[in-house]
T-cell receptor
Framework: DTAVSQTPKYLVTQMGNDKSIKCEQN?????MYWYKQDSKKFLKIMFS???????INETVPNRFSPKSPDKAHLNLHINSLELGDSAVYFCASSLPESTDTQYFGPGTRLTVL | KQEVTQIPAALSVPEGENLVLNCSFT??????LQWFRQDPGKGLTSLLLIQSSQREQTSGRLNASLDKSSGRSTLYIAASQPGDSATYLC???????????FGKGTKLSVIP
């Protein structure tokens, strides 16, 4: 069984469009995350979210918004896509305790034309 | 602001060799440090997690050490195999935070 899944795996779209990436985890975790891996393979946190709080990296444009319909899902909505948004986006989840590792999804490769 | 640096950026070794990957971080106020493996086009797989109170963790041929006071960690891989070829990422979780700060990774190639 897949622990953390993301859809779609690939997403190609035009500048200015609005798109969403879905993430689901079946681990019963309380906390979920979105990361962006750029063309230089540098992985940066975008958001962390549990049922108590959303923490946003201050460098993330407000065109990006996480939406959590329930504890097992954290979707990423992106408005007015720009060329610089092209990257691989990873979802992850964990228990909030400091002892727990984060489990990553397979990634969504977004290409903005 | 936490910064994580990994040296070297790339490493190529013959099969069977023992090797060490290095990671350094600027803020010693951490909860834990993790080593991940990323294969091309794939997600991240957690290899080892060291709590801030621990000095090392071992899993099979992998051994990770942590020196929090000096802001350093090493990942030791014994008897390397071609299947170990991947990018290895070091990440620290800051005290009071859920979030991980990653290094840029070391790309390892093990030559048969």
């Amino acid at each position: 069984d897949t622990a953390v899944s993301q859809t779609p795996k690939y997403l190609v779209t035009q500048m200015g469009n609005d798109k969403s990436i879905k993430c689901e985890q079946n681990l019963g975790h309380d906390t979920m995350y979105w990361y962006k891996q750029d063309s230089k393979k540098f992985l940066k946190i975008m958001f962390s979210y549990n049922n108590k709080e959303l923490i946003i990296n201050e460098t993330v444009p407000n065109r990006f918004s996480p939406k959590s319909p329930d504890k097992a899902h954290l979707n990423l909505h992106i408005n007015s896509l720009e060329l610089g948004d092209s990257a691989v986006y990873f979802c992850a989840s964990s228990l909030p305790e400091s002892t727990d590792t984060q489990y990553f999804g397979p990634g969504t490769r977004l290409t903005v034309l | 602001k936490q910064e994580v640096t990994q040296i070297p950026a790339a490493l190529s070794v013959p099969e069977g060799e023992n090797l060490v990957l290095n990671c350094s971080f600027t803020d010693s106020a951490i909860y834990n440090l993790q080593w991940f493996r990323q294969d091309p086009g794939k997600g991240l797989t957690s290899l080892l997690l060291i709590q801030s109170s621990q000095r090392e963790q071992t899993s099979g041929r992998l051994n990770a050490s942590l020196d929090k006071s000096s802001g350093r960690s090493t990942l030791y891989i014994a008897a390397s195999q071609p299947g170990d070829s991947a990018t290895y990422l070091c990440a620290v979780r800051g005290a009071g935070s859920y979030q991980l700060t990653f290094g840029k990774g070391t790309k390892l190639s093990v030559i048969p």
